[in-house]
C-alpha cells in the first residue's frame, strides 16, 4: 500500500519590486557577522545610509592674515610703498574695503572691528574733502589723518618690538632646561669665617688686653712654635674651642701677638680650622685632625 501524498505546495505571493530591491541592497550592505559598520548616536549602523548629505560649508578653514585693522591698514601702506605721513585715503580705502566685503562672508563676527576703521577712514576721507578749519590765531587746523598716522606709528614700533622678542631663544622652544638632581650631603658645612669677622674678633681681644695691663719692664723671649704647640695643646681633646679662650690677657699684648700669629700659622699649615655658625656668632677654633 503507497503511502499519502504530500500536501501540495501554495506558491509564495511575489514580492513587490521596491521591496525586492531593498532587500537585495541590504543583503549588500549588512555584513556576514553583523558587526556594525559605525555608531550613531550610540546606536549600532550596519549599512551606510542612501540619503547621506554633507553641505558644502561643513569644514571650513580660515586663516586670519592680520592681527586687526592696523595691521591690516599697514600692510597696504607699506606693500605699495606709500608714504605713512602723507597716506592716499582713496586708494587705501577702497583696497580695505575689498578684504573686508571678503571677511563678511566667512565671518561677521571678526569683520565688525575692521569696519569701525573703514568708518573712520570714510570719516577722515570726508573731513579732507571739506574746507580746513582755521584756528583762532588764522592758522589751518590740524591734518585729520594725524591721528590715525600716530596709531599707525605706534602699531609698527610695537610690532617691530614684538618682532625682535620672539627672535629671542625661549626655553622649550629653543633650549630645553638642563636638571641634574644633586644629593644633599648629610655632613654640616659650617660657613667659611670672613676675614673682617677675625679681624673685628682680634681687635676685641685686644682691647681686652689693653685693660689689663700694667707697668712691668721686662724682655721675654717668644716662640712662635712653643705657642703653637700651646694652641694644640688647649685644643687636643676638645671639638671646639671659642676664639677668645686661646688667649691669655693678663699676659700682656706681646704674648696674645705671638699666639695670634701662631694660630695663624696652624691654620695656613691646615692644622687647625676656624668656624662660624652663621652671620655674628662666636668664632670657633678646632683641630682639622682629630688624633686616634
Known amino acids: 500500500m503507497l ?20 532587500l537585495v541592497a541590504d543583503a549588500a550592505t549588512l555584513p556576514v557577522d553583523r558587526v556594525a559598520l559605525a555608531r550613531l548616536y550610540g546606536e549600532p549602523l550596519f549599512r ?20 586687526g585693522p592696523l595691521d591690516l591698514l599697514l600692510y597696504l601702506i607699506r606693500r605699495q610703498n606709500f608714504n605713512i605721513l602723507d597716506i592716499p585715503l582713496a586708494d587705501v580705502t577702497r583696497q580695505y574695503l575689498t578684504y573686508v566685503d571678503q571677511i563678511r562672508q566667512h565671518n561677521l563676527e571678526l569683520a565688525s572691528e575692521y569696519l569701525l576703521m573703514a568708518a573712520m577712514l570714510i570719516e577722515i576721507k570726508s573731513r579732507m574733502l571739506l574746507p ?16 590715525l598716522v600716530r596709531r599707525l606709528l ?7 618690538a614684538a618682532a625682535r622678542l620672539d627672535q629671542l631663544p625661549v626655553i622649550g622652544r629653543d633650549f630645553l632646561r638642563a636638571q641634574v638632581h644633586i644629593e644633599q650631603s648629610l655632613v654640616t658645612r659650617f660657613p667659611d669665617v670672613h676675614v673682617l669677622d677675625l679681624q673685628e674678633a682680634w681687635a676685641d681681644i685686644l682691647k681686652r688686653a689693653k685693660l689689663n695691663q700694667h707697668h712691668r719692664i721686662s724682655r721675654e723671649q717668644l716662640s712662635v712654635r712653643e705657642h703653637m704647640s700651646i694652641v694644640l695643646r688647649t685644643l687636643g681633646g676638645r671639638r671646639f674651642v ?10 700682656g699684648t706681646p704674648v696674645l701677638v705671638v699666639t695670634f700669629i701662631a694660630m695663624l700659622e696652624l691654620a695656613r699649615e691646615r692644622l687647625l680650622e676656624i668656624t662660624q655658625a652663621e652671620a655674628f656668632a662666636p668664632i670657633y677654633v678646632r683641630l682639622a685632625y682629630q688624633p686616634a
Open 3 to 22: 503511502p499519502p501524498a504530500p500536501p501540495p505546495v501554495s506558491a509564495l505571493p511575489p514580492l513587490p519590486a521596491d521591496d525586492g530591491a531593498a
Open 154 to 160: 605706534e602699531y609698527e614700533q610695537i610690532k617691530l
Open 242 to 251: 671659642e676664639f677668645h679662650e686661646l688667649f691669655d690677657a693678663s699676659r
Open 132 to 147: 580746513p578749519r582755521k584756528t583762532d590765531d588764522g592758522a589751518e587746523g590740524p591734518d585729520p589723518r594725524a591721528e
Open 48 to 67: 551606510m545610509p542612501t540619503d547621506l548629505y554633507i553641505p558644502p560649508d561643513a569644514l571650513e578653514v580660515f586663516l586670519e592674515a592680520f592681527e
